[in-house]
């Protein structure tokens, strides 16, 4: 049987740190983004997100980009006691912007400490949230008979084995679209070179063919007169005067 409020009022106390009956939700106790965040990064080298994780200050803010996945540390520390069992799920107003908790969806008796949820951006924009706001709901149900399990103790820290399985480039939509934008841009870049470097060939070119053009008429008006008066002083033959005939 799930708890009521009445009983959560009464029993989180001991339960969950910093509690605060105001968070409690009909069933349901909300939690809260904690210290320490990690978003997989788009590929682009001047990503922020390249780096391992993020440690959030009071009130920071962060951004988890359409496409891409994230670890979030919990503000609390859960304790689930043995004769219990918890269920966690995100609200319903980020599942709206997007979001999808793909973690587990509860939590062991006798577990005590922070609560680490996997979350996807699978909306088309980017979900911006910040430290201290309340995403996530926790269910406390009774057992049938106490679990026998020993003490689990939870998450202080995003562990460094789980940042490496989404550590690298995921290849999401809005990735692309802002490949393909970069590519594009690139391109165009290099055709405005190209017609660039054309227009001053062309203009070399028409300067080229002027010189030579200059150069050739200089040629011909240098050449012209010497002609002429080589043909002006050409007379023509004499002939011969025949001997006179003597008797």
């Excluded at 926790?138 to 003490?151: C, G, H, N, R, T």
């Excluded at 070179?193 to 300067?207: D, I, P, S």
Aim: hydrophobic fraction near 35%; include cysteine.
């Amino acid at each position: 049987m799930f708890w009521g409020g009445a009983r959560l009022a009464n029993m989180l106390k001991e339960l969950i740190t910093e509690f605060d009956e105001k968070r409690i939700d009909r069933a349901s106790y909300r939690l809260r983004v904690g210290p320490e965040v990690y978003v997989s990064p788009t590929g682009e080298p001047d990503d922020p997100r390249n780096k391992p994780k993020t440690q959030l200050g009071r009130g920071q803010g962060f951004t988890v980009p359409a496409g891409q996945f994230g670890f979030i540390l919990t503000e609390e520390k859960v304790t689930v006691p043995n004769e219990a069992i918890a269920f966690i799920s995100m609200r319903a107003k980020y599942k709206f912007r997007g979001l999808v908790n793909v973690s587990g969806f509860h939590v062991d008796p006798n577990y005590e400490g922070r609560l680490i949820f996997s979350i996807f951006n699978a909306g088309p924009g980017p979900v911006h949230l910040h430290r201290g706001e309340e995403c996530f709901l926790i269910f406390y149900a009774d057992l049938v008979e106490p679990s026998q399990l020993s003490v689990k103790k939870g998450y202080d820290q995003i562990p460094s084995d789980l940042i490496t399985s989404i550590g690298g480039e995921l290849q999401s939509f809005a990735s692309l679209s802002s490949k393909i934008s970069e590519n594009d841009k690139k391109l165009n870049e290099r055709v405005n070179t190209v017609e660039r470097e054309q227009a001053v060939l062309k203009w070399a070119m028409a300067l080229a063919v002027g010189a030579l053009a200059t150069v050739g008429l200089r040629e011909c008006s240098f050449s012209r007169p010497q002609t002429d008066q080589s043909k002006a002083g050409i007379s023509a033959p004499t002939l011969p005067t025949a001997a006179p005939r003597t008797p």
